[in-house]
Antibody
């Protein structure tokens, strides 16, 4: 059974850093397209970052240069290193996995989300 | 960058109504468009992928159509459990690109 469990959210001051992790079970993170999306309070959904199975990456313009997506195959986790955090990064962050290797955008598996609050 | 314009921003239909949401791309994106449902406190749910393919397990009252720059999402007979916000989402493989529309919030009348 595919399971995704996010962790690492919390309260951080503006300018600070946070590292989100998504523990995967039932499959290997190295073999699938995986990503992070977020729901900003009162606003819509935004894809934050996606890593393709071959290693190509996508970053939203709003996080480019500040966030880094990576996979730790030994721990079977997907990570999101978030630096220089801003108040507008406050959101629920979701981890997601695509259906299979043939569908880079068919994200059918999702975690429950982890809340990141950037505030002083 | 490709811009996605989704309309309307909100709807107040009645149970049993036909609901239609449109998404316009600023340039030709072929069929590279998905539709998601998002309920408060829940993870987003993929309903339609590649413009018109119904995701496994999704009720047949949901459908999608279109290609190029104009896309349509339809619920043929609205059910109470369909109350949510719906998003179109453009995607591209090379270079990787994922962009949501602004969302359409459904509230039952």
């Amino acid at each position: 059974e595919v399971q995704l469990v996010e962790s690492g959210g919390g309260l951080v001051q503006p300018g600070g850093s946070l590292r989100l992790s998504c523990a995967a079970s039932g499959f290997s993170v190295s073999g699938y397209y995986m990503g992070w999306a977020r729901q900003i309070p009162g606003k819509g959904l935004e894809w934050v970052s996606v890593i393709h199975s071959g290693g190509s990456t996508f970053y939203a313009d709003s996080v480019k240069g500040r966030f880094t997506i990576s996979r730790y195959t030994s721990r079977n986790t997907l990570n999101l290193q978030m630096n220089s955090l801003r108040r507008e990064d406050t959101a629920i962050y979701y981890c997601a996995r695509a259906y299979n290797i043939n569908y880079y955008a068919r994200f059918v598996y999702w975690g429950q989300g982890t809340l990141v609050t950037v505030s002083s | 960058d490709i811009q996605m314009t989704q309309s309307p921003s909100s709807l107040s239909p009645s149970v049993g109504d036909r609901v239609t949401i449109t998404c316009q791309a600023s340039q030709d994106i072929s069929n590279r468009l998905n539709w998601y449902q998002h309920k408060p406190g829940k993870a987003p749910k993929l309903l339609i992928y590649d413009a018109s393919n119904l995701e496994t397990g999704v009720p047949s009252r949901f459908s999608g159509s279109g290609s190029g720059t104009h896309f349509t999402f339809t619920i043929t007979s609205l059910q109470p459990e369909d109350i949510a916000t719906y998003y179109c989402q453009h995607h591209n493989s090379l270079p990787p690109m994922y962009t949501f529309g602004q969302g359409t919030k459904l509230e039952i009348k």
